[in-house]
Nanobody
């Protein structure tokens, strides 16, 4: 299973970006999906998560500005980021809890991360 994140870039304060993350591999089911971020010199922190049933959870710092969504048919998770602030500058990582098939057809449960996409918000 591999996750590929995209959509980062440079934006001015108040601007918007949309991050995408696509999963590939011999996947049976994807449960929770989420976005995390890591700013320079800081620990990785949760941004938002979405369950298979569509329940969402947001960090207080992004509540009301960011929206997480998912497309299970496409095996993708998205993060719409509006009203961006300089403190949102970080590398953003997608995360998925995946049930996949091993080569011997046995089920494998795993927690997977994308490679990270850089979001820079200028003041």
């Amino acid at each position: 299973v591999q996750l590929q994140a995209s959509g980062g870039g440079l934006v001015r304060t108040g601007g918007s970006l949309r991050l995408s993350c696509a999963a590939s591999g011999n996947i049976f089911r994807i449960d929770d999906m989420g976005w995390y971020r890591q700013a320079p010199g800081k620990q990785r922190e949760l941004v938002a998560t979405i369950s298979r049933g569509g329940n969402t959870n947001y960090a207080e710092s992004v509540q009301g500005r960011f929206t997480i969504s998912r497309n299970d048919a496409e095996k993708q998770v998205y993060l719409q980021m509006n009203n961006l602030k300089p403190e949102d500058t970080a590398v953003y990582y997608c995360n998925m809890q995946v049930l996949s098939w091993a080569p011997d057809d046995s089920p494998v449960a795993g927690n997977y991360w994308g490679q990270g996409t850089l979001v820079t918000v200028s003041s």
